[in-house]
């Protein structure tokens, strides 16, 4: 019996750190700009959602020569879909910043703001 318990633990176990080591591989999903053409935004996926669980994404705002301004990591819930560009709601530009509406299927749509114009 103690041979059955220690060789499910050892499996849970593998599970468990290749479910962590997964490929954090960044694919990009969209991307919008703003309307004076000054700079871009990126809606990108951070690895592979695991199971049912959420997918990782990263929104990056950059200065059209590539620079980047402001990042921001952020969860999307697809019942363990990859992340879509439908996941962007809205997205609205302002004189300083630029807001973002995500959308997950089993969320609540969630606001988030990354700044351009920090005086």
Known sequence: MKK????ILIV???VGLTACSK???ITDIASFDSPDGQYILVFQQVGEPFSFGPADVRLT???KSGAVV????????????NA???NIKDVD?????VIVTLYSTESPDKTVVLRYNID
């Not at 530009?93 to 910043?97: K, V």
């Open 4 to 7: 059955i318990v220690s060789l």
């Open 12 to 14: 849970i176990c593998i």
């Open 23 to 25: 490929n954090k591989t």
């Open 61 to 63: 705002l950059k200065e």
């Open 70 to 81: 402001d990042s921001i990591d952020e969860k999307v819930f697809n019942d363990g879909a």
């Open 84 to 86: 879509f560009k439908e």
């Open 93 to 97: 530009w302002t004189y300083d910043s």
